[in-house]
């Protein structure tokens, strides 16, 4: 973890500690243990979280074909021709893009976020425009 973090949970755990000290005065020896506990834990995954591999995607358009390649390993290809973007946005704070064609269809953009996903749709609509060419 960055320095600043660090120090954000040196903080955090001496609050925690200077909340348990009344608790240890009433005899409940526990409570600052727990709270040990707990901020290591909380260190441990975020540790664990930093050095895990970012989820990630591959998608290829070129010469009349695109390719998809998923973090999992999974890959599919379909023809530019006949394929297209569907945008579905049940909510307003969410939105999935799938490219279908008639034998097959992907989710792709899941690993970004709402924006990033937004931005992406015209930049893949004028890809599967250009492919098709």
Do not use: Y
Not at 53 to 69: F, N, S, Y
Not at 79 to 88: E, V
Request: glycine share 8%.
């Amino acid at each position: 973890m960055s320095e600043p973090a660090r120090q954000s949970f040196a903080v955090l755990g001496a609050a925690m500690m200077a909340l348990s000290i009344l608790p240890v005065l009433s005899g409940h020896w526990l409570v600052p243990v727990f709270c040990l506990m707990a901020i290591g834990g909380l260190v441990f995954a975020l540790e664990q979280h930093a050095r895990s591999k970012p989820d990630g995607e591959v998608l290829e358009i070129a010469h009349g074909t695109i390719r998809h390649r998923d973090a999992r390993g999974q890959a599919s290809h379909m023809p530019c021709l006949f394929a297209k973007l569907d945008a579905q946005a049940p909510t307003p704070s969410s939105l999935r893009l799938i490219l279908r064609s008639p034998n097959a269809s992907v989710e792709i953009g899941r690993c970004l976020g709402l924006e990033e996903r937004q931005a992406l749709v015209p930049v893949i609509a004028a890809a599967l425009a250009q492919g098709r060419r």
